[in-house]
């Protein structure tokens, strides 16, 4: 028997994600000012290559590392070209190389807190040959449907992608 909620969508499996983070920006007093301590931090899980992030550097942050706004960013790039590519192979139409250059804008509410107001991606995606396009542009919005990530915020997610042909990308 298959379980459907409203949107129709298969609830039937649950996957958990543990992550730790670990605050390393203790400089010896700890928090006894809000000047005394660096917002450097950690996050990894088992068997992963650690990352190290801050706040952003509006916020004292360590502008050389990544911080939770550009991760969001982060995961909703990758969660869409990754279902994008996996829809593509389905399809038949060949991505040779593919590339986002993602921005998001975050708004600041009076009482210090905020969040983001949009996310677009800007995806630049190389096909083996042109009749693949029409095709592959259609699968964009189909990519957005599906991402785990994107169906997880409140907030819209645009994409604006361009397209280049192999031939006329590598000068040949």
Not at 60 to 71: C, F, I, Q
Not at 114 to 127: A, C, D, I, S, Y
């Amino acid at each position: 028997m298959l379980n459907f909620n409203s949107n129709n969508r298969r609830m039937n499996k649950s996957h958990q994600y543990e992550i730790t983070t670990k605050w390393t920006g203790n400089n010896g007093t700890g928090t006894s000012g809000y000047r005394q301590y660096d917002r450097d931090h950690v996050v990894s899980s088992t068997d992963k290559v650690p990352v190290a992030c801050s706040s952003d550097p509006k916020f004292r942050g360590d502008k050389s590392k990544y911080n939770p706004e550009e991760l969001l960013v982060a995961s909703l790039s990758s969660c869409h070209m990754l279902w994008y590519l996996h829809l593509c192979a389905e399809a038949g139409v060949i991505v040779v190389d593919y590339a986002d250059n993602a921005s998001g804008t975050m708004q600041e509410t009076a009482d210090g807190g905020g969040g983001f107001t949009e996310v677009t991606l800007h995806p630049k995606v190389t096909l083996l040959s042109p009749e693949m396009q029409s095709l592959a542009e259609e699968l964009h919005e189909r990519a957005h449907k599906l991402c785990f990530i994107a169906n997880s915020v409140n907030f819209p997610v645009h994409c604006k992608a361009s397209y280049f042909i192999e031939e006329e990308a590598t000068g040949a």
